[in-house]
């Protein structure tokens, strides 16, 4: 394993992080904030504090030779991803990566088809937050053209895990869209996800795109019903489309309104992918509190 260099490392880069440490390699890991750099230097981790919201504030990053995981999210706000172009800004011309690894969103293809969708289905989201993600790729695959660095793009899927479950929501009894209307979502557990970014760093190649799921899609409202049955709560209250137009958030309005069905068969084929957590229930059994936040092996 060569060297990574991850931008934000935080949920899934501290994961990706660890298999690169327990694999004999090493990572440098940039992050917002003063506390979590010293947190993850006491672990043994060479790390980096900057924003990427002012490209002024943001250092010149030494790249040269080691691979780049860029999992930073786009700021709110528009269709353009200022975070990714400005750290593309900072990177000098002798200390380029030997190559990116993006990761991206499904939210880059249009959502309300039910399609199945593959690496070639139209990347014409409908979204902002989706546009904004196609802006990110666009600029990561123009450097890479550019500067002769290979790209690789993962297009990810809802991500849950240890920490990543819905409790506020089912807590607090928020409604849920009809099960007979919700339409199929797609859904990776945090450890498989970060098993398959080193799978990519080493061995995806120049153009690569792969999405990114577990490869069992459901609807949200079953997601939402099968955390709540593993952590013991009552389900959610479920309402019709008319309604949820009225009482939910755009955000949460949007999330369940969007129906695609993601194709994994790359990912597994290519990147030779053994998920641990393609079941559900395996997933969420990993997933409750109190349950050790493990890292998955190799």
Known sequence: MQQLFIAGC????????????????????????????????????????????????????????SILLYLIPPPGGGISD???????????????????????????????SGDLITEESPANSDSAMGKRRLDAESAFAQYGAARNVPVVILRVSGIYGPGRLPLMQISQGQPLLREEESGPSNRIHADDLAAICI??????????????????????????????????????????????RLIMSPLMLSYVSQTRVIDNRRMLDRLKVKLRYDALPDGLAASLPGTKDHLPKG
């Open 10 to 65: 935080g949920y899934i880069g501290e994961r990706i992080a660890r298999l690169c440490q327990e694999s004999g390699g090493s990572a440098v890991c940039m992050v917002r904030s003063v506390e979590n750099a010293s947190r993850l230097q006491s672990t043994g981790f060479t790390t980096i504090s900057a924003t990427l919201d002012n490209g002024a504030e943001t250092p010149p990053l030494n790249l040269a030779g």
């Open 199 to 244: 799978k990519a760093a080493e061995l995806g190649r120049e153009g690569d795109i792969f999405n990114i799921s577990d490869g069992h899609p459901s609807s949200m409202t079953s997601y939402f019903n099968a955390c709540a049955d593993a952590l013991g709560f009552p389900r959610q209250p479920q309402v019709s489309l008319s309604e949820a």
């Open 82 to 112: 200022s975070r990714a172009r400005n750290f593309i800004r900072q990177i000098p011309e002798a200390e380029k990566p030997a190559k990116i690894v993006y990761m991206s969103a499904t939210s880059v293809y249009a959502g309300a």
